[in-house]
């Protein structure tokens, strides 16, 4: 069982930046691949990206690349979004998920999900 707590949504102004944390329980973390989506009002929860067991790869959503980076601290049990150059379309709620496997994209993969986290960026 993996427990996953994401923090450090908020509001921010178009062209900010913020880092969104997830938080995991448990002493698997580094058996997961740690992946983020988001889902903005009445819209479909969407892939945004993810990062490997050993943190070794990514991948990102198009519509992110260049602007968020993924990275995870397996000593901290943690991984990390940084987001840049946030634009108003990137509301949305934030959702880590872990996953057993590796490169997915699909939201059937991930296998445990946090709470989510609110980003609001106001234009």
């Known amino acids: 069982q993996v427990q996953l707590v994401e923090s450090g949504g908020g509001l921010v102004q178009a062209g900010g930046s913020l880092r969104l944390s997830c938080a995991a329980s448990g002493r698997t973390f580094t058996s997961y691949s740690m992946g983020w989506f988001r889902q903005a009002p009445g819209k479909e929860r969407e892939f945004v990206t993810a990062?490997?067991?050993?943190?070794?790869?990514?991948i990102y959503a198009d519509s992110v690349k260049g602007r968020f980076t993924i990275s995870r601290d397996s000593a901290k049990n943690t991984v990390y979004l940084q987001i840049n150059s946030l634009k108003p379309e990137d509301t949305a709620v934030y959702y880590c998920?872990?996953?057993?496997?590796?490169?997915?994209?699909?939201?059937?993969?991930?296998?445990?999900w946090g709470q989510g986290t609110q980003v609001t960026v106001s234009s």
């Open positions: 990062i490997s067991w050993s943190g070794g790869s990514t």
């Open positions: 998920a872990a996953s057993l496997d590796w490169g997915h994209a699909l939201r059937r993969e991930y296998v445990y």
